[in-house]
């Protein structure tokens, strides 16, 4: 054998989830989408940590002339109460970051522990989960969150996050349970049952890590959800009752009639603001499903 042959070797038995991983890789730094989409969220996120030290005026006091576009001394301008818009953007943009991975961490560690168990143990611990995942999917969201409000005056960012991810996670539990039932009559997790491994061991050494990409794609839509879902509780009035974020800057545009003034630097700032977070989550999302299937990959 000769030397060249003997180099080959170890490449063709080299180890397949490394190959996999150098596979998706390679695809992932040459999807525009991806690239485009985690730029604009990593940008969103510098600014939304380094933004509010570069600012000097706390989000709600009055600071600066009333209704002042934006100048140098005040970047987005001030509101009808001489509050500087451009503090209270970048500390909502930071409340919005913070909601989103709350609601939407909270929603995925639901979502898998029921579609795991769901999936994996069938029969009458299936027909229980599912009744439960329906339950919830059924709950009129807005009116529980009156009866909360109601009942609960000082509500926080934590608050939120909490309730956006315990009411948004059964559609992620169904599609997990489907991927679960789908891999558990494979052959490996047959053979992982007949060595004696434990259902959990099974659930996160054998079927998890086969679904890995999908989870992950799972949880950007679960985070773009709860940011959509914060946003919307916080523009009617039923968001947090302090801090700021940028639903409830766009409630108080609404509210002191910023369009028929004219305004418009108070509730453009935060629109765009969510629409970009928003969105650059599904471009994202968009590319990582062409760089995890082979047959949606731009050659």
Known sequence: MTDANLMTVPDAAADPARRKRSEALYFA????????????????????????????NPPNDY???????????YWFGTTTFGQDVFSQFVHGLRTTFVVGV??????????????????????????FLNMVTNIVLVIPTLAVLLVVSAYLKARGVLVEGLFVGFTSWP???????????????RDFVDLARLSGLRTRR???????PN?????????????????LIAAT???????????????????????????????????????????????GLYIMNVGLDEVFNPRLREL
């Open 102 to 127: 709350l609601g939407g961490g909270i929603a995925a560690l639901i979502g898998m522990a029921v579609g795991f168990t769901a999936g994996y143990r069938g029969g009458r611990v299936d027909e």
């Open 29 to 56: 730094v040459r999807n525009p989408k991806l690239i485009v989409g985690g730029t604009v969220l990593v940008a969103l996120l510098l600014l939304a940590i380094v933004g509010p030290y570069l600012t000097d």
């Open 171 to 185: 559609w992620a539990a169904r599609a997990i349970r489907a991927q679960t039932f789908s891999l558990t009559a």
């Open 233 to 279: 509780l916080d523009f009617i009035g039923l968001g947090p009752t302090n801090g700021t974020s940028l639903g409830l800057m766009m409630n108080n545009a609404v509210l002191w009639s910023a369009l028929q003034l004219g305004m418009w630097w108070w509730f453009i700032p935060p629109g765009l603001g969510i629409t970009a977070v928003v969105g």
């Open 202 to 208: 099974i659930i996160f050494r054998e079927i998890a």
């Open 211 to 227: 679904m890995s990409s999908y989870l992950v794609m799972t949880w950007i839509l679960l985070f773009g959800g709860s940011i």
């Open 63 to 73: 600071v600066g002339p009333k209704a002042s576009p934006p100048s140098g001394d």
